[in-house]
């Protein structure tokens, strides 16, 4: 994917609302700021997850970034955090991982002072082996100066495509006690309980093969790989086909047989399943009567 590639493709694909760049870590490519502030002319937001570990190089691109970007539209960054001190280093594997994502998570408070558009958040991911501090974690960061809502917590989950660990990671041995942590936390903070997304995390964890709302993967929502390959999500390892044969126009990728059989696919359930805010979200908001509860949902929860 090179800068010019991705020009081409925004320009060519003006419908869409939402484009999220993804890694890995996406702070390593030299040329992300261009991207990012190409999608800010384009009037969209943007967002980025990190890990934090090369903090400096983070810090650096993200000032240039905050210079550039216009102020019409939200900047988001999102710093993984899987625990606290040594669980987070354990997890990810990379030791002092932790204090460089609090030394982040600082510098982007008092970024978020200087420009009303930006916004810091913190994406947790449950696992077997950190279930076991879930309330510990979240009321540290809300004494730390987040909300509830500054802290996403999901189900880390298994993929072919985007993180290769099918064969090493299995949650669902533990899923009753993580239930039980959610279930705790939900009890604990109203936020969590009311939160359409985080209030079906125990129901995934009960039944992980079982649909929770219509997926809109492969029909409004689409993952794209580095090479240009486009799939219906990072889960379902199915290719649609490969955008630099379409000229980067998506509707007419959404025009071939392929599209056709990977809609159906996904409309029988016949995929991974999973529970995540990048694809839930969208088919939220695509699906009426999912809408409508979360409509009823964000109202309770407004004073929250
Ligand atoms: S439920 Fe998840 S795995 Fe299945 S198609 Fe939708 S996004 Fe992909």
């Not at 159906?264 to 399943?273: A, E, Q, S």
């Not at 088919?283 to 999912?290: A, H």
Request: net charge positive; with cysteine; charged share 25%.
């Amino acid at each position: 994917m090179t800068l010019d590639e991705f020009i081409i493709f925004i320009d060519n694909n003006e419908f869409l609302q939402d484009i999220n760049l993804s890694g890995g870590e996406v702070y390593l490519r030299d040329d992300i700021v261009d991207m990012w502030q190409y999608l800010d002319c384009k009037g969209l937001a943007t967002a980025v997850t990190t890990n934090g570990v090369n903090v400096d190089l983070i810090k650096r691109k993200e000032s240039i970034l905050l210079k550039k970007l216009s102020g019409k539209n939200n900047r988001e960054l999102q710093i993984s955090i899987d625990g606290l001190g040594e669980t987070h280093d354990f997890i990810r594997g990379i030791s002092g991982n932790y204090e460089k994502a609090i030394e982040l998570l600082n510098w982007a408070f008092r970024k978020e002072r200087q420009y009303p558009f930006f916004k810091v958040s913190i994406t947790h991911n449950i696992t077997p082996y950190n279930y076991h501090q879930l309330s510990e974690f979240v009321k540290y960061f809300i004494n730390f100066g987040l909300k509830p809502s500054q802290i996403s917590i999901k189900v880390a989950q298994t993929s072919s495509l985007l993180y290769d660990n099918i064969d090493t990671y299995e949650f669902v041995n533990s899923s009753r006690k993580m239930i039980s942590a959610v279930e705790g936390i939900q009890r604990e903070i109203p936020y969590y309980r009311h939160y359409y997304y985080t209030r079906l995390i125990p129901t995934f964890l009960e039944n992980s093969r079982k649909p929770l709302i219509p997926c809109y993967a492969g029909f409004t929502i689409c993952y794209i790989d580095p090479c240009w390959n486009v799939y219906p999500c990072s889960f379902l390892n199915t290719k649609i086909g490969n955008l630099r044969d379409y000229n980067f126009e998506l509707k007419k990728l959404w025009e071939t047989d392929v599209i056709k059989k990977v809609q159906d696919r996904v409309k029988k359930g016949l995929c991974p399943h999973c529970w995540i805010s990048c694809f839930s979200s969208p088919s939220i908001r695509c699906d009426v009567f999912s809408l409508l509860r979360f409509g009823i949902r964000k109202l309770i929860q407004r004073d929250l």
